[in-house]
T-cell receptor
Framework: DSGVTQTPKHLITATGQRVTLRCSPR?????VYWYQQSLDQGLQFLIQ???????AKGNILERFSAQQFPDLHSELNLSSLELGDSALYFC????????????FGPGTRLTVL | DQQVKQNSPSLSVQEGRISILNCDYT??????FLWYKKYPAEGPTFLIS?????DKNEDGRFTVFLNKSAKHLSLHIVPSQPGDSAVYFC????????????FGSGTQLTVLP
């Protein structure tokens, strides 16, 4: 158990809908990262937050957004969903802003029908 | 453009023998490399890492070797155990405030009893 929790575990929704994925980092970790793992793309970095502020953006679509709250939990919002958004979404946390080892949650499997 | 490549999608070895997983990278800015292990329905679990100032790091049965001139790293598992069967991801990060990870596509290791 990495100490990172993600909810929900599974999510099934329809095209055009909006969903919110939630992540609680390990106790004491200030950085939260979001990654997407799709069948043909592998694990891709989406976005990082540190202590409530956005720090880096990767291959994140404009339809996607995230935030980190004062209690350090983070939410990833996915809107206008398309079939291609079906994937595993992982959250990871690390101690500091530029700490190398990241600890991953169990992931949320999103299925868009 | 894949900056981190794992060219072998799968590897099978006999229990007790050595497993060698390989990883190549193209971005010379990468200065920290990590290996993660992933079981089905779980998030990646951090295994071992190496800084670019070293060429070897050992932790129990796991050793990572880095050849900077060849832009190549490998993970050796000795002796291999059936419980090691999992997908192994190589990841790299470069200096900067975010330290997001760039992952390879993974290698499925199967250790046969």
């Amino acid at each position: 158990d990495s100490g990172v929790t993600q909810t929900p575990k599974h999510l099934i929704t329809a095209t055009g809908q909006r969903v919110t994925l939630r992540c609680s980092p390990r106790s004491g970790d200030l950085s939260v990262y979001w990654y997407q793992q799709s069948l043909d793309q592998g694990l891709q970095f989406l976005i990082q937050y540190y202590n409530g502020e956005e720090r880096a953006k990767g291959n994140i679509l404009e339809r996607f957004s995230a935030q980190q709250f004062p209690d350090l939990h983070s939410e990833l919002n996915l809107s206008s969903l398309e079939l291609g958004d079906s994937a595993l979404y992982f959250c990871a946390s690390s101690e500091g802003i530029s700490y190398n080892e990241q600890f991953f949650g169990p992931g949320t499997r999103l299925t868009v029908l | 453009d894949q900056q981190v490549k794992q060219n072998s999608p799968s590897l099978s070895v006999q229990e007790g023998r050595i497993s060698i997983l390989n990883c190549d990278y193209t971005n010379s800015m990468f200065d920290y490399f990590l290996w993660y292990k992933k079981y089905p329905a779980e998030g990646p679990t951090f295994l071992i890492s190496i800084s670019s100032i070293k060429d070897k790091n050992e932790d129990g049965r796991f050793t990572v070797f880095l050849n900077k001139s060849a832009k190549h790293l490998s993970l050796h598992i000795v002796p291999s155990q059936p419980g090691d069967s999992a997908v192994y991801f190589c990841a790299a990060s470069s200096p900067g405030s975010a330290r997001q990870l760039t992952f390879g596509s993974g290698t499925q290791l199967t250790v046969l009893p």
